[in-house]
């Protein structure tokens, strides 16, 4: 509060002054910043947030109307969904309507809730992606021998994801670190800027669990899963390498999506916290945060509008063209590649054809493997989904 002197028939007199209302990010926009800047960005946020909410509900809408998408594998890919759906579900809406107002007026208790939730269902996807690396991993290299995937794997998956998100997203809350404003005044995330060392533990710790060990994940498993492919299409014709290059080109995009999304917010939140006086422009500061929550909108599209029983089920649901696969195979059946399993997609009918012995021995395309060729599954290819 500052004061005013007054001088009035030589009577001197202070009058206090209220200082102005936009200093107070809760309460007015920043003033540095030209109204303009918080249209774009409401607009931006209304794009990716409406896009990422049709798409991430019609995921979950065929999921539950087509019992023949609800197999073990398919799991993780919904959840996946549910995630980006809850992201832009709290932090989209919210980001649309503060950008549209220039500031942050639902204030700070809701700025904590928003902080907590965008943060929580973000992580809980970014694991969702590391986890169904490890499935395919899992399905396609048989670390386990006989051991195949079933639902309980799947759904002790899930229970992980969201237990370990909630562990390492939660203690801010506490006063582990805290959940506060962004430099442009309109979202709210972990505090980066603290000179505090508990603040500066806290976010290392994330660091290293909600970025580093999933992306760890990620290359491992892909890794392992590319080499399995490359020994298994070795001296192989053209037309049976085609499975392997695709899902190859799946993997590789699958991969550069994780890094366009996650990077460009991992590589910020360590900047500014090793620097916490750097000075960096409010509107340069919220580039990595709006690239995370695009990862809402191509998630679909890479790990579910690219898998052909999928594509057939909704082209089923809006048109009523098209054949549905069936789903009548038993999970515990013993023959070899013929499990439910089967009906996932390519991984699994490549995986019917790997020696469970892990030997990559070359192999012509008319000798027989363990397990069978791919001509061999009881499914045709143009029925199951490639991933």
């Known amino acids: 509060m500052d004061t005013l002197s007054l001088s009035v028939n030589a009577v001197s007199h202070t009058v206090a002054t209220e200082l102005p209302a936009a200093d107070d990010p809760f309460n007015a926009p920043i003033k540095n910043i030209a109204p303009w800047n918080f249209t774009i960005l409401a607009v931006l946020m209304f794009v990716v947030t409406s896009l990422s909410l049709s798409e991430n509900f019609l995921v979950m809408f065929v999921t539950f109307r087509y019992k023949q998408l609800r197999q073990p594998l398919n799991y993780i890919i919904v959840n996946l ?23 942050f007026f639902l204030g700070r208790w809701a700025c904590i809730l928003e902080g907590f939730a965008v943060t929580f269902f973000g992580i809980v996807a970014l694991w ?24 309980k794997h799947a759904i002790l998956g899930l229970l992980f994801v969201w237990t370990f998100s909630f562990i390492w997203t939660f203690p801010p809350v506490l006063g582990w670190n805290r959940y506060t ?3 442009i005044g309109t979202t709210c995330e972990p505090d980066w800027y603290s000179n505090s060392i508990t603040a500066h533990s806290y976010i290392i710790t994330f660091f290293t669990t909600c970025f580093i060990f999933p992306l760890g994940v990620i290359f491992f498993c892909y890794g392992k899963l590319l080499r399995k492919l490359r020994k298994v299409s070795h001296g192989r014709l053209a037309t049976a390498k085609k499975p392997e290059r695709q899902v190859t080109r799946m993997v590789v995009v699958m991969i550069v999506a994780f890094m366009v999304g996650w990077t460009p917010y991992a590589v910020f939140a360590i900047l500014v916290t090793a620097h916490p006086t750097i000075q960096i422009d409010p509107r340069l500061a919220s580039i990595p945060a709006f690239f995370s929550k695009t990862a809402a909108v191509y998630n679909p599209i890479i790990y579910v509008y ?22 009548h195979l038993n999970q515990t059946s013993e023959r070899p590649g013929i499990t439910a399993e089967s009906q996932t997609g390519e991984m699994s009918a490549i995986a019917a054809r790997i020696p469970l012995s892990g030997n990559a021995s070359p192999r012509s395309d008319d000798s027989p493997t363990d397990c069978g060729s791919l001509s061999q599954l009881p499914i045709p290819e143009n029925k199951v989904c490639p991933m």
């Not at 969904?81 to 309507?97: H, K």
């Not at 690219?306 to 789903?327: A, E, H, Y």
Request: charge should be positive; hydrophobic fraction near 45%.
């Open 81 to 103: 969904a549910i995630a980006d759906f809850l992201v832009s579900l709290t932090g989209g809406v919210i980001s649309f309507l503060t950008n549209s107002r220039g500031y």
């Open 128 to 151: 969702s992606l590391s986890v169904l690396s490890f499935e395919r991993f899992f399905v396609i290299c048989r670390p386990l021998g006989n051991i195949r995937l079933q639902a």
């Open 181 to 183: 404003l962004s430099k």
């Open 306 to 327: 690219m898998n052909k029983q999928f594509r057939k089920c909704l082209i089923q649901l809006f048109t009523g063209r098209g054949t549905i696969p069936d789903s």
